[in-house]
């Protein structure tokens, strides 16, 4: 739709250009949340696209994934991700767990998403469940590492100050190497995700990590030294998860995505022992 409270829009080659935040101001991504509703209260966009990041780095040490990555780009990362990256179609089941027209899918960014910061967001429970770090730029200030888990603090609200900006999300190559099991749940065909829940398990040492997005209204991550059995995951997730932090929008009750959560954890506690 067209945003006409917006009288500026600036295109700077360096973030540094942008010194002083003022009310008003939004950065610029890929525009398909900013674009889909009025945004009275933002009179100047700033394009990121102008900063130029390259979008994915690999390196042996990981995958480092700017803000601006396309959801896209990040989709198609799967077909030349290397042979020890075993949760590398994972990138793809989350790219893929959009309400997503074609145009959100080609032109929403990784960054987007996560400062969005909703249940829903799949590139938040991607690089939460392959334990994420993000880099942030704050306006004046030295550069701080977040993890993705603790980024997002509620439904659509994050730890970003005003004016600072992610400028990418690090996943380590010892969580890229881990076995996955990948669990989602909509009300209708491709719908808004109700429950996204993956769990990952460590080659070697049996370390699992249980994340729990969409159901919750922040990502809920569940640590296990080994295979739990059933009682005590159902345990760890009473625990871990109250009933205050389910999620209840017209894409399902609280009561409904708790039962999911309970249903899910047993299957991907049955697949990852497998
Ligand atoms: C039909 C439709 C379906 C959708 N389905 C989903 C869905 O299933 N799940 C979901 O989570 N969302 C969904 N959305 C919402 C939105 O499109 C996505 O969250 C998308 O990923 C946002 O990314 P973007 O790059 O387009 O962000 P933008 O719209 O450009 O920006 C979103 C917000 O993040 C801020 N921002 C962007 N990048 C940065 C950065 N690097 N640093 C700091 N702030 C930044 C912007 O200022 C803005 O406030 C949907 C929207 C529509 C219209």
Redesign the pocket.
């Known amino acids: 739709m067209d945003l006409n409270t917006i009288t500026e829009i600036r295109r700077p080659a360096d973030s540094g250009a942008i010194k002083e935040w003022k009310k008003g101001y ?12 009025p945004q009275s209260d ?1 009179h100047m ?2 394009d ?1 696209e102008s900063l130029n990041w390259p979008a994915l780095k690999r390196s042996e040490n990981g995958l480092e994934i700017a ?2 990555c ?2 896209v780009e990040l989709d198609q990362l799967v077909e030349k991700a290397p042979a020890e990256w075993l949760a590398a179609p994972l990138l793809r089941e989350c790219c893929r ?5 074609f ?2 899918w080609n ?18 429970s991607l690089t939460a469940a392959l334990e994420g770090v993000c880099t ?2 704050p306006r004046n200030g030295k550069p701080r590492e977040v993890a993705v888990v603790d980024f997002v603090t509620g439904n659509h609200s994050n730890v ?1 100050a005003p004016g ?4 990418s999300i690090h996943l380590p190559a010892t969580a890229l190497e881990k076995t996955y099991a990948f669990r989602r749940f909509t009300l209708t065909h491709l ?3 109700e429950v996204l829940m993956i769990g990952t398990k460590s080659r070697g040492k049996p370390k699992v990590l249980l994340t729990i997005t969409a159901a919750t209204v922040r990502p809920v991550q569940l640590s296990f030294n080994g295979i739990p059995s059933a009682d005590e995951l159902k345990r760890v997730i009473d625990d871990g998860v109250p009933f205050s932090l389910y999620l209840d929008d017209v894409h399902g009750s609280p009561v409904h995505r708790k039962n999911l959560t309970y249903y899910f954890a047993e299957q991907i506690r049955r697949e990852l022992s497998a």
């Open positions: 939004a950065w610029l991504a890929g525009g398909t949340w900013l674009f889909s509703e933002t966009l700033i990121l803000a601006t396309k959801v767990s959009f309400l997503a027209s145009k959100i032109e929403a960014t990784v960054g987007g998403n996560i400062c969005m910061s909703l249940p829903a967001g799949p590139m938040i942030l730029w970003l600072e900006l992610l400028r719908g808004r995700s």
